[in-house]
């Protein structure tokens, strides 16, 4: 029985990340997809499974196409700053901008991890990646902003600490997001695990 039930678990370990990331890759693709559905339907007469979602692809390619010549980059900025003269428009459009950069764009925020003590005097550290090295424009010079995501969970805080507080970390961006975000859980960097499970072995002899 008890074969069984390891065997069991281990089916799940292995089986449960491929279901939930295909899930979650499906229920994208459906969304995308249906927001097509109409204009599709009215060219082909008939709703066509996936023509949506290459048609969003194709769209979202050839803007970048147009956006990276000179002219039309010109029409797109003047186009921007329309947009950022409405309010509440601007607050939305700016945040979406800004975020996707952040990620895709040239001037990445989330590539430089660090290491932060937020109490003075102890040895509790918090891992973030600082987006911000000066905020002298908010009147706070010697001041940096640092991102700390949450574990298990997609939000964050930001916290604005003093620029000696921060130790940078010359590791991926991506594994030290990954290893946040998973709550320790997952570390993909060379010999992680073998280490991860030698101080398991040592806690284990330390307890007996």
């Not at 290459?54 to 039309?72: N, P, Y």
């Not at 895709?104 to 090295?133: C, N, Y």
């Amino acid at each position: 029985m008890t074969l069984i039930v390891r065997y069991f678990l281990r089916g799940l370990l292995f089986g449960a990340p491929i279901a939930l990331t295909v899930g979650v890759c499906y229920m994208v693709f459906d969304k995308v997809d249906d927001l097509m559905a109409v204009p599709v339907k009215a060219i082909f007469g008939e709703p066509v499974r996936g023509v949506g979602f290459g048609f969003v692809l194709v769209t979202i390619l050839a803007l970048g196409v147009l956006a990276s010549h000179f002219l039309t980059w010109r029409l797109m900025s003047v186009f921007e700053k329309l947009l950022e003269r409405l309010p509440m428009v601007k607050l939305l459009y700016t945040s979406v901008r800004d975020l996707l950069s952040s990620f895709v764009g040239e001037k990445k925020r989330f590539d430089k991890p660090v290491q932060i003590r937020p109490f003075p005097g102890s040895e509790v550290a918090m891992l973030g990646f600082v987006t911000r090295g000066d905020l002298s424009a908010l009147k706070l010079p010697g001041k940096v902003a640092v991102y700390v995501p949450q574990s298990y969970n997609f939000a964050g805080n930001l916290l604005i600490v003093p620029r000696e507080c921060v130790a940078p970390l010359d590791v991926d961006s991506s594994a030290v997001m990954a290893f946040v975000v998973s709550g320790g859980a997952s570390l993909p960097l060379p010999g992680a695990d073998d280490a991860s499970q030698d101080d398991s072995r040592r806690m284990a002899a330390t307890a007996e």
